[in-house]
């Protein structure tokens, strides 16, 4: 029976494909072995020239995404002189101010290419319960000005799909450390007694016995966020996570209908070097509760990371800047799971009064025990 020419499986004759990989014209290639032929002598050995070095790849990352480009939806693209960020809006939106710094200096962009996104998490509520949460969130805080309610002014807040570079990756890591375990001993010392002669006492005293300590750490860390916007850092992305990325969709353009999205300013190889170091620092945290006893130090960490793949997410937040007096501050809120985060201006009169009641209690302690502490 005649061999598949690229699997070697034994087929019928005449198959026009291999049933076991699929091969077209399995056996078109099979034709009577040549005969034997006299052997010519090999040709002088030469010395190969080594191929040139060829340089390492800097990013090692698979895109986990669907690939392309554009948001397929019908959009206008403008961007905020004031603030720089870039944000591609539903036409059928009329207003045009920039939905992170409030400033109408914003003008059209034409041609913007942006990369196509591969998962969406829809926004869970309107914009009328955003308003609300904000004005509660607005009125909480203690060192709040206490007209801050009354006195401040919202521009439109709008909904916009903000670009994250969503990460996946494997940790390996090896540390070690000085594991320190406590014990109470008894520790004598001089005193007073009452008529003033000079005592013995002895009180318990807390000390650390020191041993070192190593271990490994592995852990796989999945849709892991990087801001990949221009009008949101890093440091806020803390401030409004999680997103329940398990409740994400496929992208599709019609989640644009009525809501802006900012086009990605980072590129994929930008935000893993700020995904290695958040990483790093979660591990080192991680290992660090491994360690024995009651406390540590000297921790080293050392963590390699491997097996990188990353998506575009466009993740929901309603965003505005509301002005109170002559300054103007800004808020977000997560649409998908209602966290607000923002910044609010501070009463310097409440802060003052709480510090000079701090310092009088602290005066008025010191002051009692330079009376009491000494009897």
């Not at 099979?30 to 005969?35: F, M, T």
């Not at 990325?245 to 599709?252: F, G, T």
């Not at 990188?308 to 466009?314: G, N, V």
């Not at 808020?331 to 009463?347: C, D, M, R």
Request: aromatic share 10%.
């Amino acid at each position: 029976m005649p061999k598949c020419k690229a699997c070697t499986a034994e087929i019928p004759a005449g198959s026009a494909t291999c049933p076991f990989c699929g091969t077209a014209d399995p056996i078109a290639a099979a034709v009577p072995s040549a005969p034997e032929v006299q052997a010519v002598p090999p040709a002088p050995e030469v010395q190969a020239t080594p191929p040139a070095p060829q340089p390492a790849a800097a990013v090692e990352l698979h895109d986990k995404g669907p690939g392309g480009s554009g948001f397929d939806h019908d959009v206008k693209t403008f961007k905020c002189e004031s603030c720089g960020a870039t944000v591609s809006y539903d036409p059928a939106l009329k207003t045009m101010a920039c939905a992170y710094c409030g400033s109408t200096y914003v003008v059209e962009v034409e041609g913007q290419q942006v990369e196509r996104p591969g998962r969406v998490v829809p926004f869970a509520f309107a914009r009328d319960h955003a308003e609300k949460l904000f004005w509660q969130w607005l009125g909480k805080g203690f060192f709040r000005p206490r007209d801050l309610t009354k006195k401040s002014t919202i521009n439109e807040i709008r909904g916009v799909y903000m670009p994250f570079w969503a990460f996946d990756a494997d940790a390996d890591s090896d540390w070690s450390a000085d594991a320190g375990y406590n014990y109470t001993e008894q520790e004598a010392y001089t005193d007073k007694d009452e008529k003033g002669n000079t005592v013995t006492k002895y009180r318990n005293v807390t000390k650390t016995r020191w041993q070192p300590a190593r271990g490994e750490h592995t852990a796989h860390y999945e849709d892991w966020l990087i801001s990949a916007s221009q009008g949101l850092d890093q440091d806020w992305v803390g401030k409004i996570v999680p997103f329940q990325m398990e409740q994400a969709k496929p992208y599709s353009g019609d989640y644009l209908a009525g809501f802006a999205a900012e086009n990605p300013s980072l590129t994929a190889a930008e935000g893993k070097v700020t995904a290695e170091v958040e990483l790093k620092e979660k591990e080192t945290e991680q290992c660090g509760r491994m360690v024995p006893g009651d406390t540590h130090r000297n921790l080293h960490v050392a963590t390699r990371l491997s097996r990188w793949s990353y998506d575009l997410a466009l993740l929901p937040l309603w965003i505005a800047a509301y002005r109170y007096k002559d300054d103007v501050y800004r808020f977000l809120v997560n649409g998908q799971t209602g966290k607000v985060e923002g910044k609010a201006p501070i009463s310097w009169v409440k802060l003052i009064v709480v510090l000079l009641i701090a310092a009088g209690a602290i005066g008025l302690g010191v002051g009692l025990w330079a009376i009491f502490g000494g009897k």
